[in-house]
């Protein structure tokens, strides 16, 4: 989790919200203490974690191969 004042924060909010698509979290301080956190919306969450228990499921029934699965697991975690 990284953090970032109000300033810069305020400066960097594009960066901030790519970070938080990737799936990380960011803390917002003022003065050095926390005031926020932006974190990943919990509807994405729910959608990436349907997503990937479809994937399974098509690999256990032979509809995707390994390759496809690893490629789906691998933009889950950008």
Request: net charge positive.
């Given at each position: ?8 924060a ?11 698509q ?10 050095g203490?926390p005031v926020?956190?932006?974190v990943?919306?919990a509807s ?5 974690t349907?997503?990937a ?6 690999m256990?029934?032979?509809?995707i ?14």
């Open positions: 989790m990284r953090e970032y004042g109000v300033y810069e305020k400066t960097k909010l594009p960066d901030l919200i790519k970070q938080v990737r799936g990380e979290r960011v803390t917002i301080t003022n003065r203490e926020a956190d932006l990943p919306s994405r969450v729910a959608q990436q349907m997503e228990i479809e994937a399974i499921k098509a256990r029934t032979g509809t191969n390994q390759a496809q699965f690893v490629e789906m697991r691998q933009r889950g975690r950008r």
